[in-house]
């Protein structure tokens, strides 16, 4: 028997969670695969829910000020961070085709 303490669990986080499990249980009857998955089904259901209970939390919020003459990236760079997102958005497209 683990002597690991109990873990409750606020209202909101077992709403999230239920509704993780829904969207896994969604993905399983339509024969998608999936990180979810594979952990569900390495690890078991309470590794899947630690790691759920780990995204579905508030991250704490940091106010980011930025000066109003200043640019957050340099000139040139936002075009070539769309490409390289895109670059990866298409080739993760592209695994998927049968």
């Not at 790691?51 to 991250?59: D, I, N, T, Y």
């Not at 340099?74 to 075009?79: I, M």
Request: with cysteine; charged share 20%.
């Amino acid at each position: 028997m683990s002597l690991l303490p109990a873990h409750t669990a606020a209202p909101l986080e077992k709403d999230g969670l239920i509704a993780a499990y829904e969207e896994l249980r969604r993905q399983i009857l339509n024969g998608q695969r999936g990180p979810g998955l594979a952990l569900f089904m390495r690890r078991g259901m309470r590794e899947w829910m630690n790691a759920c209970s780990l995204c579905l939390a508030p991250s704490p919020t940091k106010e980011f000020t930025a000066a109003p003459d200043e640019a957050v990236l340099p000139q040139g760079a936002r075009t070539e961070v769309v490409l390289i997102l895109a670059g990866m958005l298409l080739h993760g497209c592209q695994e998927r085709v049968p």
